[in-house]
């Protein structure tokens, strides 16, 4: 990107901006990027493998900061916006490029100082945030917990839908603060459940047709698979069911999908965080979201 300024004199000079969209030829690039820090650049590392880097194809745009005309950070700009080993310079370009666009997306999400940094830089342009997550450890396991796995946690059916969509859209307002359904009624929240149902991600322990447990594996790259969405009814809590429910899914994921499951959970929730170290996650830093 180049941005012209006049300078002393009859002299104009020209200032470049190292930040440009990045597209197919700079692919070997990004996936460095991505492969220096799998968990942080998961959600971009998934949908660079299904669509490549020709946004068009994809929902999102990728940018990149390159001051010595090598690609150093990346961002995923998007319906979340999502930076990759994001220096300082490379998050001011980026805060730079960004504070003059409109806001679409729904969240920042990634490694928290480079979240935090960058929201500090859009704030004056974008406004309040409906909520800032300053600290979310970032959880990582390589191996079968110790903890026995509960044997009724199971891959919910295409055909149990309507019976995961209730226990969905409830983990859904309770974690984000608002419903899924208040846009479009729910229709692509539901199409998403769906989804991951008919995809083999989505994991549920019943009581008759009502779901008790439900977890998913929202994102699958080759380097991991991040689990989000994982939710205990509220009539079930503090039974001690969570700790075996979810060494099921970490055993199956292990097995079935990729070599590490991750997932990054708030800092305030110890009931939860107890359940992950039991299951033998161990930290690998810390996220931010910041949420709108």
């Keep these: 990107m180049r941005v012209r300024g006049r300078g002393s004199g009859n002299v104009v000079a020209v200032l470049t901006v190292p930040i440009r969209q990045l597209g197919e030829p700079e692919r070997t690039a990004v996936e460095r990027i991505l492969d220096a820090d799998p968990y942080a650049g998961a959600q971009i590392a998934e949908r660079v493998a299904a669509h490549g880097l020709n946004w068009w194809r994809s929902d999102g745009r990728i940018y990149g900061y390159e001051p010595a005309r090598r690609v150093e950070s990346i961002i995923w700009s998007g319906a979340h916006l999502v930076p990759v080993g994001a220096t300082p310079p490379a998050i001011a370009a980026f805060a730079d490029l960004l504070s003059h666009e409109p806001r679409v997306c729904s969240s920042i999400i990634g490694r928290a100082d480079a979240v935090l940094d960058l929201w500090d830089r859009l704030s004056v342009h974008w406004g309040k945030a409906r909520d800032v997550r300053p600290n979310q450890p970032l959880l990582v396991t390589d191996r079968p917990p110790a903890t026995p796995a509960d044997p009724e946690v199971r891959l919910v059916r295409p055909s149990e839908v309507d019976q995961l969509f209730p226990a969905a859209v409830a983990m859904y307002t309770e974690e984000v603060g608002v419903s899924p359904l208040q846009d479009d009624g729910g ?39 991040q689990v989000q969405g994982v939710w205990v009814h509220p009539d079930y809590r503090g039974r001690g069911i969570a700790t075996s429910a979810m060494a099921a899914v970490v055993n199956d994921a292990l097995r079935r999908v990729a070599p590490t499951v991750s997932l990054y959970v708030n800092d305030y929730n110890t009931a939860a965080r107890r359940v992950y170290q039991r299951c033998g996650f161990v930290s690998a830093g810390a996220f931010a979201t910041v949420l709108f």
Excluded: P
């Design 187 to 225: 229709r692509g929240y539901r199409r998403r459940v769906a989804e991951l149902a008919k995809g083999k991600r989505a994991y549920a322990r019943f009581a008759g047709d009502q779901v008790i447990f439900k977890a998913e594996l929202a994102i699958i790259t080759r380097r991991t698979t």
